[in-house]
């Protein structure tokens, strides 16, 4: 059972910078697709980014050219750094591993842009 811990959420001011982290208990970088999504008051739970195997990226729309997903194999742990942030972005940040059927969350982490 694969299990993955979040850090780095917070409170940051339209166009401000942050960055997530996600640590996984055990190195699946070359098996799992990884990923970050967000969740928002009063709406459901969206795709933000992913990162497969082979490294390719994938991004919603809305945070193209300000978001960045990357991956630390030596430390079992990938990132969501994001830039230009405005209050849209306010939401839950849950990290998220997928192989196959299979899959696990990270517990979420509070990202506030307010001003």
């Known amino acids: 059972q694969v299990q993955l811990v979040e850090s780095g959420g917070g409170l940051v001011q339209p166009g401000g910078s942050l960055r997530l982290s996600c640590a996984a208990s055990r190195n699946i970088f070359s098996s799992y697709v990884m990923g970050w999504y967000r969740q928002a008051p009063g709406k459901q739970r969206e795709l933000v980014a992913t990162i497969a195997p082979g490294g390719s990226t994938n991004y919603a729309e809305s945070v193209k050219g300000r978001f960045t997903i990357s991956r630390d194999n030596a430390k079992n742990t990938f990132y969501l750094q994001m830039s230009s942030l405005n209050v849209d972005d306010t939401a839950v940040y849950y990290c998220?591993?997928?192989?196959?059927?299979?899959?696990?969350w990270g517990q979420g982490t509070q990202v506030t842009v307010s001003s």
């Open positions: 998220n591993a997928k192989m196959g059927i299979f899959q696990t």
